[in-house]
């Protein structure tokens, strides 16, 4: 029997990547529909009844999480998200997957063996699944109303507020870390690491170890044949290193 399912997500050129994605690692999986919304994934998923629908955490009108928990008896879920493993730890329980956004063939290639496995033992998931997307909409819900939204630098013989939006990049310095603006630079005593958990996943991207772009400040991403990327910026002249372990990041640019 044929594996069919559906890809739900409200920017087409990622729905676009994950299908070609998915063409190459389970060449075949049919893929019987694909949805820019929340309404659009329930109506294909009633309609169509694949076994499987990967589902953005975050769409317009009915979230990926609705979603799931309408359908908690009618398919299996991947969801794809923007938040980093510590906000989605529960989703280990063995009846979901996830995939960080934007996603990676290694990481595909494991959601996809492990799809396989569940859909051998059962068509169907267990009877226990909308409890876990219950619980996980409440978790992941609290982990978005945490994430950092101003940074307090010192400012003449005060503190000045910079919005997390201002921000053009952070970048490693010494001891410290440089908060980098359109137009100025502000030290702070944060580390690289600790912004990395506390910033929004889904608009500050990690590129290299010293590192963290503001994604809504990209301009431009070129890479070389060393294996290296680099980013030019909408607001700043200076191009920023991305490292290859981060170049995934930009393969749907």
């Known amino acids: 029997m044929q594996i069919k399912a559906i890809l739900a997500d409200d920017e087409e050129h990622l729905i676009d990547y994950l299908e070609s994605l998915l063409g190459e690692v389970w060449p075949q999986l049919a893929i019987c529909g694909r949805a820019k919304n929340g309404h659009e994934a329930l109506e294909l998923i009633e309609g169509r009844r694949p076994h499987l629908a990967f589902l953005d955490v975050r769409m ?3 979230c990926g999480m609705e979603v ?3 359908v908690a ?12 493993h510590y906000a989605v730890n529960a989703f280990e329980s063995g009846a979901l997957d996830y995939l960080i956004k934007p996603v990676s063939r290694e990481r595909l290639e494991k959601a996809v063996e492990r799809a396989k496995k569940q859909l051998a033992v059962s068509l169907n998931p267990p009877w226990y699944f909308s409890e876990i997307v219950e619980r996980l909409m409440g978790k992941m819900e609290q982990k978005h109303q945490d994430f950092l939204q ?3 630098v010192q400012h003449g013989g005060g503190v000045k507020l910079i919005s997390v939006e201002e921000v053009c990049y952070f970048r490693a310095e010494d001891k410290y870390t440089v908060v980098v603006t359109g137009g100025e630079e502000s030290l702070i005593s944060k580390s690289i690491r600790e912004l990395s958990e506390e910033l929004d996943p889904s608009k500050f991207w990690r590129i290299h170890r010293g590192a963290i772009v503001n994604v809504s400040q990209i301009d431009k991403v070129n890479r070389s044949v060393t294996g290296r990327g680099s980013i030019r910026l909408k607001e700043r002249r200076e ?3 991305v490292s290859r372990p981060y170049l995934h990041l930009f393969k749907q640019m």
């Open 150 to 152: 101003w940074i307090r």
């Open 68 to 70: 799931a928990r309408r």
């Open 239 to 241: 191009l920023l290193v």
């Open 60 to 62: 317009p009108g009915v």
């Open 73 to 84: 008896k009618s398919c299996w879920i991947v969801f794809t998200t923007a938040y980093d």
